[in-house]
């Protein structure tokens, strides 16, 4: 068969379901080039079906569809992006100034650029939150009306505008700037469609009512307009914002595409998100322990931190005693006193692994209750949040709260501080044991300490603004990604799928960027820490050697030992200190969305009933 000239749409006994029930039956439709065809019909007729099927959104369950030529789409709900007004217009095609001056004064934009404080360079915010209902209906048909294309199908785009704003777009821009291409345009504003070529009427059920121009369909069917659910004038919209008395002699809009830097700054509408910087705050430090539970609980907690570790020493210092004490016994008497040993050994070893599995228990419970807290006051201050809050704060951002801020809280928090507190009571008993057996150990550990404290703190002046950065990234992917499920149907009809992946690939890359920073420079101070490990270790092996004679052979065993132990431990804890200050940032931003203030409530006098006359 010869193939059909652009801009044509053929339906050949079409029926089409979303599920099981069909919505359209036995459609058949011939719509040549160049035509303007209307739709109408009552709530769930089909009308956005028979454009999803135009956009090969979905498929016909029998029957056939043929389309011919390149396509363009305006989808019912404007789909907005969180960029600047051009941007948004002209969606990743060259500019053409022409045609984009052509279309902004055809979908009657001309007004609102002047009212904005950077014209077309003003960004509009997440889901366009700065502009009214009938703006962003406007930018959306100004979007489609900006691509070259043969076919473009228009949905319900007038409905969110008042009558002489619609009666304005169908003359200018679908009747006249589309004059010579195919337009279906879904609409229960009757009165535009006696400018349409032919008007298609739907029944309740999907099928075809019928199809002809507007006059005919109403002579045949005086019914159809109650039928539709249509409107002969729709003045009840929400587009009142709009001068509609300028549509009237349209100015020219100035071809120059600069706008001053002060006032494109002053357009960004806040855009960027805001961060913390400098040290995680002690108050910071104090809601999270409080969130835990209250002044027992806390009392507890930092008594239980200690005992564990003392029965842990006193284990390895009673073996070491014991050891040396074996050969001031004879062996009638050893056997008895290996028996008493044994006993107060076997003794110390229980206290120990009970009371370091009660401390793995008070912390685990302390920092899973403050999750939950704070997870339940950041969600309460959210809910009851103003709506100016959701405009001003993209998805993204608060996703990222809820999302990997609270998977911090919930899974890497816990385990970093039992970590560290466990490490670092360890790596405490043993300096002080190593001090005590050998005091000359002081000598070496005091300018490691300070060195270690100097490092630590150096180190964190960095990675803990790295990871606010890196927390600040993430919200971009958020954002994009969930924008990007909400205009899918927009971005393929558009072929943006492209572009839009290597938008998501860029943000990933700037978030992994900072991400990969973080993980070089905890490489740097591991490094710096295994240095001082082999430092203490040196000094401690030394001083063994040098006060031989002096020294209790066992305790100086037991030195050695856990100086050895230390070396990979020492690493680690440093490390997981740094690690808790820096997932604190994800407690600070949790924090500042529980302080959000909530909507005022209404303070209305209660109404008194009417008195009877």
């Known amino acids: 068969a010869a193939s059909l000239p652009a801009g044509s749409v053929v339906l050949k006994d079409v029926t089409a379901t979303w599920t099981t029930e069909p919505v359209l039956q036995n459609l058949n439709l011939n719509i040549e080039p160049g035509t303007t065809v209307g739709i109408i019909g009552p709530v769930g007729s089909g009308k956005t079906t028979l454009l999803m099927l135009l956009l090969r959104e979905l498929e ?322 959210v809910v009851h949040a103003p709506i100016r809050f959701f405009d001003s704060q993209p998805v993204g951002r608060i996703l990222n709260r809820f999302s990997k801020d609270m998977g911090y809280l919930d899974d890497l928090l816990p385990w970093t501080i039992l970590d560290f507190v466990q490490l670092a009571v360890n790596m405490i008993g043993t300096f002080i044991l190593a001090s005590v057996v050998n005091p000359w150990v002081l000598i070496a550990v005091l300018p490691l300490l300070a060195y270690l404290l100097w490092l630590r703190n150096f180190y964190l002046s960095s990675a803990r603004e790295i990871k606010r950065l890196e927390a600040v990234q993430r919200s971009p992917v958020y954002s994009h990604f969930s924008a990007t499920l909400e205009g899918a149907v927009t971005i393929r009809s558009f072929h943006g799928v492209k572009d839009s992946l290597e938008l998501m690939n860029q943000l990933q890359d700037t978030h992994s960027q900072a991400f990969h920073m973080f993980l070089v420079i905890s490489r740097w101070l591991g490094f710096r820490l295994d240095l001082i490990c082999f430092g203490f270790l040196v000094a401690t092996v030394f001083a063994a050697v040098a006060l031989k004679n002096e020294l209790d052979p066992g305790l100086v065993g037991l030195s050695l030992i856990l100086a050895l132990r230390l070396t990979g431990n020492f690493q680690w804890c440093v490390r997981q200190s740094a690690e808790i200050e820096n997932s604190m940032t994800s407690v600070e931003r949790v924090l500042e969305y529980t302080q959000v203030e909530p ?15």
């Open 60 to 381: 016909c369950q029998q029957g056939t569809v043929t389309i011919e030529g390149d396509v363009s789409f305006a989808a019912q709900t404007p789909w907005i992006l969180s960029k600047s007004l051009r941007d948004n217009i002209v969606f990743g095609l060259p500019f053409d100034s022409k045609r984009y001056l052509q279309v902004v004064n055809a979908c009657a934009l001309r007004p609102d650029l002047e009212q904005l404080p950077a014209g077309d360079e003003t960004v509009v915010g997440e889901r366009g939150t700065t502009l009214s209902g009938g703006q962003k209906a406007r930018v959306s048909l100004a979007r489609a009306l900006y691509r070259q294309a043969d076919i473009y199908l228009l949905d319900d785009v007038l409905s969110a505008v008042d009558s002489k704003v619609g009666q304005h777009i169908f003359e200018h821009a679908i009747q006249q700037f589309l004059k010579h291409k195919t337009v279906v345009l879904v609409t229960h504003q009757v009165h535009h469609l006696a400018g349409a070529n032919v008007v298609l009427a739907l029944n309740r059920n999907g099928t075809r009512l019928g199809c002809a121009s507007l006059s005919e369909l109403l002579a045949k069917h005086p019914g159809l307009l109650e039928l539709a659910g249509v409107h002969a004038a729709d003045d009840e919209v929400d587009d009142q914002d709009h001068p509609t008395k300028e549509l009237v002699g349209q100015v020219p809009i100035e071809e120059d595409d600069t706008t001053s830097t002060s006032t494109a700054d002053a357009a960004k509408l806040g855009d960027e998100e805001a961060r913390y910087s400098g040290q995680v705050t002690g108050q910071t430090y104090k809601n999270y322990f409080k969130a835990m539970g209250g002044l027992p609980f806390r009392i507890l907690f930092i008594v239980i931190l200690f005992v564990p570790q003392a029965a842990m020493i006193g284990v390895d210092v009673y073996l070491a005693r014991w050891l040396d004490d074996l050969s001031e016994f004879e062996d009638s008497a050893r056997s008895s006193e290996n028996d008493r040993s044994l006993g107060v050994y076997s003794g110390l070893v229980a206290l120990t692994l009970v009371t370091a599995l009660l401390r793995a228990d008070v912390i685990t419970k302390g920092v899973v209750r403050a999750s939950r807290n704070l997870h339940d006051e950041m969600l309460q201050a």
């Open 599 to 613: 909507e005022e409530e209404s303070k209305q006098p209660p109404s008194t009933p009417a008195t009877a006359s």
